[in-house]
């Protein structure tokens, strides 16, 4: 059931520099861009055209977009609401993602809307950037705890999913915020899915690794047949509205087992590890990423 080849969608400059508490130039984030697209990462989601008071680390999502040029059309970028639609239409963007919450107090915080309010603040996103041909991927959080309600419901889970891929969203991403999530709850809720209709082709995983269960996490969602899987160069990464959220899944931890596993991916480690040495530097700490400390130490 394991599958043959599965796709990285890397988050680093858009999960884990919005959680940095340096202040990255634009130059430096064009750069991070360009080196994970050289290293063979097949999407990197690149920035959010939030409230810039929301997220002051991206404030400058169109500067880097214009200063990607035509590489950073095709790049996604999240977008909540349809004044982040315009702007990214502005740009000429052809792949955008909102992102829902699983639990009502999340909606609240990260949103400013109800659990039910978020659909209608999403509805006229996904319509209108369909009827422009853009794809879109709706993320959705807190799947597996929540810093504030505890437990969350594989049902709630499910409905607020399926609401939003019956907006039009090409691809799910099953997002464990605050990285307390654990095997058994992976398998469960892609069970779930499946049992309403959901096949694993259109679901992504997007885990942190706040409680060190990422990459088996990532490893019981494999052996369920997931292929696409959301993480981020050297562990960067959280969300500056759960503070329960660490650092993403490394880029380079996922890599290592994959390998191992003799499943495809198409990424060069040691780019991607040499790519996140040269951004530790910029942020002055160092990855939290094993792979990438043991590799920088003593190159493979
Ligand atoms: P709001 O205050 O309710 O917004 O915030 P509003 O609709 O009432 O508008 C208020 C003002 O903001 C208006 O300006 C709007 O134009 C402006 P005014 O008329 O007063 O001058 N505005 C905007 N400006 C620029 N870009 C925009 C935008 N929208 C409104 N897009 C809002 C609602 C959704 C905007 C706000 O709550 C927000 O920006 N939230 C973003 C929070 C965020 O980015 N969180 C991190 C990403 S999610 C995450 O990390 C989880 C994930 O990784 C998965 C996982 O791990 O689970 C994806
Ligand atoms: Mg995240």
Redesign the pocket.
């Known amino acids: 059931m394991t599958p043959e080849r599965v796709t990285i969608y890397e988050?680093g400059p858009r999960?884990g520099l919005?959680n940095e508490s340096a202040i990255v130039p634009v130059e430096v984030k064009a750069e991070f861009v360009r080196r994970l697209l050289a290293a063979g990462l097949p999407v990197v989601e690149a920035t959010?055209?939030?409230?810039?008071k929301?997220?002051p680390q991206l404030a400058d999502a169109a500067d880097l977009m214009k200063m990607l040029g035509d590489e950073g059309r095709e790049l996604p970028v999240?977008?909540?609401?349809e004044?982040?639609l315009d702007?990214a239409l502005e740009l000429g963007l052809r792949h955008v993602a909102i992102?829902g919450s699983a639990t009502e107090t999340f909606a609240q915080k990260?949103?400013?809307?109800s659990l039910d309010e978020q659909f209608a603040?999403f509805e006229p996103v996904v319509r209108r950037a369909r009827d422009a041909g853009l794809d879109v991927r709706a993320?959705v959080?807190?799947c597996f705890g929540d810093p504030w309600e505890g437990a969350v419901p594989v049902e709630q889970v499910v409905s607020v999913g399926r609401r939003l891929l019956d907006l039009g969203a090409s691809q799910l991403?099953i997002?464990?915020?605050i990285g307390v999530g654990t095997a058994r709850q992976v398998t469960e809720l892609i069970d779930a899915f499946g049992a309403e209709g959901v096949p694993t082709n259109r679901l992504a995983m997007?885990f942190?690794d706040t409680y060190g269960q990422a990459l088996a996490n990532a490893y019981a969602a494999l052996d369920r047949g997931i292929t696409t899987f959301d993480a981020s160069a050297g562990g960067l990464g959280g969300?500056?509205?759960a503070k329960s959220?660490t650092g993403n899944l490394a880029t380079e931890d996922l890599v290592w087992m994959l390998t191992g596993l003799g499943i495809e991916h198409g990424v060069d480690l040691d780019a991607v590890v040499a790519t996140s040495v040269w951004m530790a530097g910029h942020l002055g700490r160092p990855s939290p990423s094993a792979v990438v400390r043991a590799l920088a130490e003593s190159p493979a």
């Open positions: 988050v999960d919005q959010s055209f939030v409230h810039p929301w997220v999240l977008v909540p609401n004044r982040g702007r992102f990260n949103l400013n809307r603040m993320y959080s807190m991403s997002g464990d915020t997007h942190h969300c500056p509205y959220a």
